[in-house]
């Protein structure tokens, strides 16, 4: 049976409110954390596809503008040429381009703020789920670790672990210094 409908049920829960109305809580708490790893699996999935958009949408813009610089060095060069509707023309054409790329920034904005929006939901999750885990070690006595299903998940969580230790570490420096004078 599952117990969220929605990744953000995952981040609001209770796990101690939870585990409390049930006759297993050590089997209930396992499907929790079963749970836990789909919705991040899922989520680490619209992270990259959202990053994956941005960075399509932004070299795409980004070929649009040499396009850009194109049709005006084109109209220079006619308008040298003493060709006005030439230039007239490649004017035209560089507008086009322009309006082209105007309609495709805000598809990057919110790509990008999609992106940023599912990593602040994985670090949530990742925090909720380290806290199902450390109440499962709790409950049964045993380390409990987590699974990656695939290379790339392992790897996504590798760097979060690090990344994540590394934020630890220069908190830990900051308080140290901060306590030091």
């Keep these: 049976m599952p117990h969220f409908s929605r990744l953000t049920d995952i981040i609001t829960c209770n796990l101690t409110e939870i585990l409390n ?9 396992q499907e929790i954390v079963d749970e836990m790893n789909e919705g991040l699996a899922a989520c ?13 949408l932004h070299q795409e813009i980004a070929e649009y503008e040499v396009q850009v610089a194109e049709w005006k060095n084109r109209a220079r060069l006619f308008l ?5 509707e ?3 023309d490649s004017l035209r054409r560089k507008v ?10 805000p598809e990057l904005d919110a790509a990008n703020q ?7 939901i994985q670090k949530a999750l990742e925090a909720r789920q380290a806290e199902a885990l450390r109440k499962m070690e709790q409950l049964t006595g045993l380390q409990a670790t987590l699974k990656p299903t695939s290379e790339s998940t392992a790897m996504a969580t590798s760097a979060a672990s690090a990344a994540r230790a590394r934020e630890v570490e220069a908190e830990l420096e900051a308080l140290k210094r901060e306590l030091g004078s």
């Design 21 to 29: 109305g049930v006759s297993d809580p050590g089997q209930t708490l």
């Design 44 to 56: 680490r999935r619209n992270v990259r596809t959202a990053a994956n958009n941005g960075e399509r």
């Design 80 to 84: 040298s040429e003493g060709d006005e």
């Design 86 to 88: 030439g230039a007239r």
């Design 96 to 105: 086009e381009v322009e309006d082209l790329i105007a309609g495709l920034q």
């Design 114 to 120: 999609t992106c940023q929006h599912m990593l602040r």
